[in-house]
């Protein structure tokens, strides 16, 4: 009789209040998806739209279809509220303004 190999990896979703990092034990050869649904981590965030959600292992992005490896994290990432190039953009146009309108002239 053989047994059936597993790995272990976790599960992580965080909200501004609220982070959880679930560890499961899943089958070789489970996928980042079937971590997710076997985490039960759905039940603890039931708003969580996961066919729509960015998903990776340790801040790498990664496919739904991917295979995952023994002490894998799995990372459910929320939708950026705010593009960071544009953030950058007009803190950079900001920063400009400020100093031209500084005290530079000595007039």
């Not at 929320?78 to 400020?98: F, N, Q, S, Y």
């Given at each position: ?24 034990n ?9 971590a ?12 969580l ?17 991917t ?24 803190r ?16």
């Amino acid at each position: 009789m053989s047994a059936v190999e597993t790995i272990n990896v976790e599960v992580a979703y965080a909200l501004p209040e609220k982070q959880v990092i679930l560890p499961v034990n899943v089958d070789l050869g489970t996928t980042i998806g079937g971590a997710i649904v076997q985490s039960g981590i759905m039940m603890e965030f039931p708003e969580l739209d996961i066919e729509h959600s960015q998903v990776g292992i340790f801040g790498k992005a990664a496919a739904m279809t991917t295979v995952l490896s023994d002490g894998d994290r799995v990372e459910i990432y929320r939708p950026l509220i705010a593009d960071p190039k544009e953030v950058r953009r007009k803190r950079a146009a900001e920063g400009k303004a400020t100093r031209k309108g500084g005290s530079t002239d000595k007039g």
